[in-house]
T-cell receptor, first 114, second 113 residues
Framework: AQKITQTQPGMFVQEKEAVTLDCTYD???????LFWYKQPSSGEMIFLIY??????QNATEGRYSLNFQKARKSANLVISASQLGDSAMYFC???????????FGTGTLLAVQP | NAGVTQTPKFQVLKTGQSMTLQCAQD?????MSWYRQDPGMGLRLIHY???????DQGEVPNGYNVSRSTTEDFPLRLLSAAPSQTSVYFC????????????FGPGTRLTVT
């Protein structure tokens, strides 16, 4: 069985600063993928970044980067130069196995302060 | 492309009523899934399908039925609604070409009284 743990229910960050959202995972699969999604107050789910278990380099997408530490089973999201529009709920998720099921964590609510 | 569409956007049911939440995608994705989102619980997988005619249970399947007669459509049926099924329901689809990134519909907010 796969599991995602997000231990930070809420985070505050000042505008223009960087913030790290924690995510740890548990899986018995050798091949798996890790995702981060953003959910603003409007409710839609927005894909941010993906990291494959065999990817040797950390994934980056603009201001988003994923700090992937495979031995520690962690996949933290780093947002650089925070903007007010980054205020949202952030979900970490894992996909693995032959069934392609996506399992989500409970999320972290990020508030960016001016 | 419309992407993933869901209808209705809002629905109020009385306990014991049945209804079907509709989901359609126009991206020819093989994989489709249904999630429910409750406060503080994140998204939990209800049912999923890896192709037309093939469905399987997720984490919280009880009280829900699905079928997949076409690639495009993946309806979710509530057989006898209960207050515990009050939630926001998301449908998603994905394909192998993009790491199986899931594209989400806008969601259906369901209230069961």
């Amino acid at each position: 069985a796969q599991k995602i743990t997000q231990t930070q229910p809420g985070m505050f960050v000042q505008e223009k600063e960087a913030v790290t959202l924690d995510c740890t995972y548990d899986t018995s699969d050798q091949s798996y993928g890790l995702f981060w999604y953003k959910q603003p107050s409007s409710g839609e789910m927005i894909f941010l970044i993906y990291q494959g278990s065999y990817d040797e380099q950390n994934a980056t997408e603009g201001r988003y980067s994923l700090n992937f530490q495979k031995a520690r089973k962690s996949a933290n999201l780093v947002i650089s130069a925070s903007q007010l529009g980054d205020s949202a709920m952030y979900f970490c998720a894992i996909r693995g196995g032959a069934t392609n099921k996506l399992i989500f964590g409970t999320g972290t609510l990020l508030a960016v302060q001016p | 492309n419309a992407g993933v569409t869901q209808t209705p956007k809002f629905q109020v049911l009385k306990t014991g009523q049945s209804m079907t939440l509709q989901c359609a995608q126009d991206m020819n994705h093989e994989y489709m899934s249904w999630y429910r989102q409750d406060p503080g619980m994140g998204l939990r997988l209800i049912h999923y399908s890896v192709g037309a005619g093939i469905t399987d249970q997720g984490e919280v399947p009880n009280g829900y039925n699905v079928s997949r007669s076409t690639t495009e459509d993946f309806p979710l049926r509530l057989l006898s609604a209960a207050p515990s099924q009050t939630s926001v329901y998301f449908c998603a689809s994905s394909a192998p070409g993009q790491h199986y990134e899931q594209y989400f519909g806008p969601g259906t907010r369901l209230t069961v009284t």
